[in-house]
Every structure is written in C-alpha cells, then in structure tokens.
C-alpha cells in the first residue's frame, strides 16, 4: 500500500484537487479551471498535467502514489464509465482508462454527488455510519447512496438520482430533466426562491421577503426571524422534502440522512421542517432513520473522490 | 464448500422447505403447517426438527450440509435478526442464532420478498442481471433490490419495502400500515379490486365486472376481452405502478424489474400499462430500465434461501 492519493472533484467552472496521505490528511489542495471548450477534450489531461506537476514539485515517488479518485457531473456506472456529462460537453467516456493512459497511475471515477455521500461518510457528518443517503441541496439536488460502506452507483450510472423523483402532481413548469414535479423543483436553491416567488405572487401579508433580493438565505433568515411567508415558504419546502425522503427510506432504509449543499447552511432548523413530513410518509420500518448536517462543505469531493482508491486498495 | 443446502420460506400458513444441490437443483421440496401459537415460539424448532428429520430420512453426512437459508415475511437485518413480524406472532428473533443452536447448522436469513429476489435473479426471470428489482404484486406488494449481486437488506431491514412508497396524495383510506397513499393500495391483488370497486361506483357503462365476484384475474381477463370499464381500471393501476417504479429507478437504478406474483399472471400486458407511466415519471438516464416476468411462482423463496447459504460460502 502506499503512502500518497490524488481526489480530484470536477465541476463546471473549476476541478478541485486534494492531495492526500493514506489516513485522509490533506497534505495540499489546489485548484485548476475546467476546460470545456472542444467538447470538453481538455478536461482529463489538464487534471493529468497538474497531478503530474504536483508529482514532480513534491519530489514524490510515484510507487508511493496509490491513484487517482475523480468525481464527475454526470451518470459514472461502475467500471468507471461516464455516460454523458452535460456540463462538460461530454459523450461517453472512459475516465479510468484515459487517465491512466494519461498518467500511468491506476484510477477510479464515480458520480460528484456519490463521491461526496462517500466523503461524508469517511471524514464528514456521516463518519460512524455505513448505510447513509447524502443530499446536496444546492443549485439542483443530487443524491449520493452509500450500502454497507459502499455506492450504489446504478446500473448506468444513475443511482442516486434523488433530484428528479416525481413529488409533486400539479407542477406546470418542467424541470431542467424536461420531467414535471422533481424533488429538486421546491428544495434546491432555487427551488426555495421558485417556491418564494409563488407566496408572494398572491400575498397580501407584510413580509420582508422581496422578489428582487430573493435568495434562498434570505427565505430561511427571514424565517428565523419569525416572517410569516417566509415560514409558509419553509414549510412547503420542509413537506416536499421530507416526502422525497420518505420515498427514498421506503426503498434502500438508510440508518441516516446527511443534508449538505448550500441550503444546508439553514442549519438544525432544517430538521423542524422535513421530519414531520418524513414521519408522515414513511414506512413505520424506517421511524428512526436520523438527519445530520454535511460538515465538509467543497472538500466532500475531493475527500470521497481520494476514498474511492483506498477503497479498492483493501 | 458442501454438497447440500436448505432454502426455507417462512409464511403465515405454511412453511416450504427445499433441499437443493449446490448447483441449485432442486432435490426434494415439502410444506410444513406454520404453527403461530405462543408469540410464534414454535416457527423455528418446527423447521429445524423438520430438517433434522429430512437429513436422518436421506442419510445426508452432516459435514456435506452447507447450512439453512430462510426467508421470513418481516424485515431482517444484515446480521440475520428480525426485528418483528406480525404474521407470525414474532417480536425481536435472532433467527441465525436460534437455527444454529436448534441444528448444528449455519444460517442465515432475509426478507422474504428480498429472498424471493435472489432466488428470481439465480434460478428465474432475473437470471444474466445482477442488479434488479423484484415487485412481487400478491395480496400486498413486496420488493426486493439486488445491487450487484447482493441483496440491500437495509439498515433495520426495512430495505425494499416498496409497497408503502407515498403515490398518491389525494387518498382517504388508509393502508395496513396506517399512512394514506401507499403504493399497495393500488398495484396488489387486493389493490385491483379497490380501483375496480371505485370504478364500478358511478359507472354507467356496459361491463362484465361485477362487485360480488371481483377479482384482479377477472379484470385483466376482462380488459383483454375489452370490457371497457377493466381497461380503464387497469390504465389507472399501470399509471400508479408505472409511477411508483420510476421512483424506485431513481434511487437505485437497476438494470430490470422483475415482475412476480399473483397479478403478474396477467402476462405481458402489463409491461404495456406500465411503461407509459414509466417513461413519463423517470429520470432520462434510467429510461432503458427493462422490465420482465418473474418465472419461479411460489418456488422463488426457497431458491433465494438457498442462495443464502451459497453466496456465504463464496
């Protein structure tokens, strides 16, 4: 085994790097911008080319370098294969492969959101549990899925895929996926300000809430504050969530929930809002699933991404 | 490894024993009656005496038996406890334990529903996928998920508990488990005959289906003869259960669904009620999920059981 592991987190605008000790001390960690210009062509060699750099500045020995870990936005089956990645401009690619034709250092590649349930587990707020669901509440919801210590992926990929379940019947806007009523339609970022918005289109209450200040913060500070709409806002919000939670325990019965993403920045009170929700629709069996806060924020990625190889070097 | 295993299926009135080959022949196969007196206290040294028998009856060399899998109805954790099953008078029952000390012999045991989906994915309509979902539509609806291989038993044994998903918000019944909505209430046997009730309430129209002898079999028979009134019941059924399937593909996102139970007798057809609501509800990434017909009827338990037992031994 040895000392040394890259966990590389891949978003739209910039890919995060970490590199870490076996024990999962981040001994650096940098970042690089994301390339996706040539339908995104450049992205594994720009992060091969800086790894590779790193390599080289540290006087590293390369035997000592377990691999490479990499989270991507897009459906990753479990041999490593991206099927599609929207926001990189990719079609089909064997991450793994090129990677480790690019850097001749062994990699494994995984879905961003599942990389960070991972992550969360190992150094963040899921650390003690084995059977948890992570969900980042942030510009969409994504969904990571961790049994028995290890993710659920999906046959293509799509494991996880806890932002768009159909929650809601009567929604006539679509949703990014082109489908009516997904979960990530009221409780992402801006699912919150899409759910403001519509409070305040009929309200006739004072409210301190205006529609051209509208954040997600701003609806759960206010709230906090004892606003009125702002506390309907957040009960709607609370209900839909936590019947999408209900469905997800109903289906792989986690021991816990760990809510992350920007809207988890809302805090414990978060859990006042889903869990009478969650109560009501879940199957009696799941009662005593619990609900944590994600602690590592951005680094969940590049944690989980770096996991990923020491979980193959077991 | 062994030459021998028995697959075990616990039910409320019967218990099927099998014993198979390693290679999952079959050998010999019986029912027992399931005495459920005394909290259930008789379940276990029932089965166990009965194997003993079976064992002393074929002359098995005890050192050949590789041990006893067996498949309750009530949610079993990974470490073989069942933490209650009403149809069968238990509470808390370490059942691994309990065999063991009855029989010598190493156990292990699961959710029936989620044995019945190992045993379809060996022997039956799952064989070639590892990673599947089984929908068993009997009086209620079970599920059992195998990811790569390996069943998802869930935390607290609660995993695949499919039949209470939420899926419909404007219901007033509720169901056995006490919440209101739940995916059972429509796509069970039992479920048909309520919709078809409901249907047959304000119905004006000229139909072959009458309340007194209302059976999901008399509707699928006559909605393939036509009738009207069973289409429309069974365009509603396919709509929830199409549904309640494309959130379950969003969470683990298998490769096929396995349709089993007594509903599934109605073929094929099925798939053609189901899919539309699919394709309708599903994240875009699982839209190839494939469905197919479970083949092993009431047989599936005692397979998956067995299976138990050899996965073990792996």
Not at 122 to 140: D, E, F, I, M, R
Not at 167 to 196: I, M, P, R
Not at 274 to 294: D, H, M, N, Q
Request: with cysteine; glycine share 14%; charged share 20%.
């Amino acid at each position: 085994m040895g000392k040394y592991v890259f966990g590389v987190d891949v978003g739209g605008t910039t890919v995060k790097i970490g590199l870490f000790n076996k024990d999962g001390n981040v001994l650096e960690k940098w970042e690089i911008p994301t390339r996706t210009e040539d339908k995104g062509a450049h992205v594994l060699p720009d992060i091969a080319e800086s790894i590779q750099n790193k390599i080289a500045e540290k006087q590293l020995d390369r035997a000592e370098v377990m691999g490479i870990g990499i989270g991507v936005p897009g459906p990753v089956d479990s041999a490593s294969v991206c099927h599609g990645a929207v926001n990189l401009g990719w079609d089909d690619v064997n991450i793994a492969k090129e990677l480790y034709e690019l850097t001749g250092l062994s990699s494994v590649a995984a879905n961003d959101a599942n990389v960070a349930a991972l992550g969360e587990m190992w150094k963040g707020g899921g650390q003690g549990y084995s059977s948890l669901v992570a969900v980042t509440l942030g510009t969409g919801v994504g969904g990571g899925i961790v049994v028995e210590g290890k993710l659920l992926a999906g046959y293509s990929g799509s494991g996880g895929e806890i932002g768009h379940m159909h929650v809601l019947d009567e929604e006539e806007e679509a949703c990014g996926c082109g489908n009516f009523g997904c979960l990530e339609q009221y409780s992402s970022a801006t699912g919150v300000v899409t759910l403001a918005k519509r409070a305040l289109k009929n309200n006739t209450k004072p409210t301190v809430l205006k529609e051209s200040e509208l954040t997600a913060k701003a609806v759960f500070d206010a709230a906090k504050d004892g606003d009125e709409l702002a506390l309907e806002v957040v009960k709607k919000f609370g209900e839909v969530l936590g019947k999408g939670l209900a469905l997800i325990a109903c289906v792989v019965n986690p021991e816990v929930f760990v809510i992350g993403g920007g809207v988890s920045k809302a805090g414990p009170m978060l859990f006042d809002y889903i869990r009478p929700s969650f109560e009501k629709y879940v199957f009696p069996g799941s009662l005593g699933t619990k609900f944590t806060l994600a602690t590592l924020g951005n680094d969940a990625g590049i944690f989980g991404a770096a996991k990923l190889i020491l979980d193959q070097a077991d």
